[in-house]
């Protein structure tokens, strides 16, 4: 039996079963565990479509996640197959560095892993420039190098198989969103699609953040906001042949997203690239919210089988390109 055959028999996912492996990460100083899961019978090849997922646990193990929920892939990737809608598709999940699903400490160093470190630099704030640089700007924050110097290659020798733009997305939740965007930009030669639920573009105001543990709030901060902008901006002319997903509810958090979303439609939007924008009323920052729609934003990832233009009102139902919920703006 040759390599390829050894690891299609080893360790290629098959329907609802997930095929789980630590790296340790030199760049992190810390050790991930990967979650892989397919949504097809088929054994993993180059033609399958690959998506690296950030916030791992999230789509697995509601016992650890910050809000006591999960996406629920393995229903969502049946769903998917049940109707035809991804024919060879498979969810790379990175667990994040929140191990306990809680805590001030693990949720910096997340926070820190998946803030764009290049985005620093469009901070006009001296004072939160020089929090970001002293918190934020360390190397074992570089998730973005862990991706692309560490975790693709991995998978690569894992699965045998060659992983560029052609057959490699990333999504991501809130801040999962975030990097994931900034990871597809950077390196556009390595990643054709970027899928961001619910994408955290406010940042965390500083005071507020040390006062978490005693307020349980996090208020966001215009002038990071105003410097992720900035940075995503630079990118336009990378968007050549990309596909954008991002939406966003107008609970919570989420209230807060519509304006900067809204420009970094104009500014990513292109005759040649594949751009989604939705607003989702009445939901919010949170897995329940996610859950309903990841189906439907993989599925138009792949196939653009969706309307990615107006508001839905969201009911509780997964939205979907014969959906009546979805009107024009």
């Given at each position: ?5 050894q ?18 990460s030199e ?11 397919s ?5 993993l090849?180059?033609?399958?479509q690959?998506?690296?997922?950030q916030?791992?646990?999230l ?25 035809r ?9 990175v667990n ?5 699903g ?13 803030f ?15 929090g ?19 975790l693709?290659?991995?998978?690569e ?37 970027s ?41 336009k002319?990378?968007?050549?042949r990309?596909?954008?997903y ?9 209230a807060?997203?519509?304006?900067y ?32 729609r990841?189906?439907s ?6 196939h ?10 969201g ?5 979907s390109s014969?959906?009546?919920?979805v009107?024009?703006?």
């Amino acid at each position: 039996t040759d390599k390829r055959s050894q690891a299609e028999a080893t360790h290629a996912p098959k329907l609802s079963a997930v095929a789980s492996f630590q790296i340790r990460s030199e760049i992190l100083d810390d050790e991930r565990t990967i979650h892989v899961m397919s949504s097809s019978d088929v054994f993993l090849n180059d033609e399958t479509q690959f998506f690296i997922a950030q916030d791992g646990r999230l789509f697995f193990d509601e016992t650890t996640t910050f809000q006591g929920q999960s996406l629920e892939l393995s229903a969502i990737l049946k769903e998917l197959s049940t109707l035809r809608k991804t024919a060879n598709l498979a969810v790379v999940a990175v667990n994040s560095a929140n191990q306990s699903g809680q805590g001030f400490l693990d949720n910096t160093k997340r926070y820190a892993e998946y803030f764009p470190k290049n985005a620093i630099d469009f901070i006009d704030n001296p004072f939160e420039r020089l929090g970001y640089r002293l918190i934020v700007d360390r190397k074992k924050n570089n998730y973005s190098r862990f991706v692309v110097e560490e975790l693709i290659p991995t998978l690569e020798s894992e699965f045998q198989i060659d992983l560029n733009q052609s057959n490699l997305g990333i999504v991501g939740m809130s801040m999962g969103g975030l990097i994931g965007l900034s990871l597809m930009l950077e390196h556009p030669d390595i990643f054709g699609s970027s899928i961001g639920l619910s994408t955290h573009w406010t940042g965390i105001n500083f005071a507020d953040y040390l006062l978490l543990p005693i307020r349980g709030y996090i208020g966001p901060s215009d002038s990071t906001a105003q410097a992720l902008i900035a940075y995503f901006e630079q990118f336009k002319s990378q968007m050549s042949r990309k596909t954008v997903y991002v939406d966003y509810g107008d609970l919570g958090l989420d209230a807060h997203y519509e304006p900067y979303a809204m420009r970094l439609k104009k500014i990513l939007e292109t005759d040649d690239s594949r751009l989604c924008v939705l607003k989702f009323e009445n939901e919010g920052h949170e897995p329940q919210y996610w859950r309903k729609r990841l189906a439907s934003a993989l599925s138009w990832a792949q196939h653009g089988d969706i309307r990615c233009s107006g508001i839905f009102l969201g009911n509780g139902e997964s939205f979907s390109s014969t959906s009546s919920n979805v009107s024009g703006r």
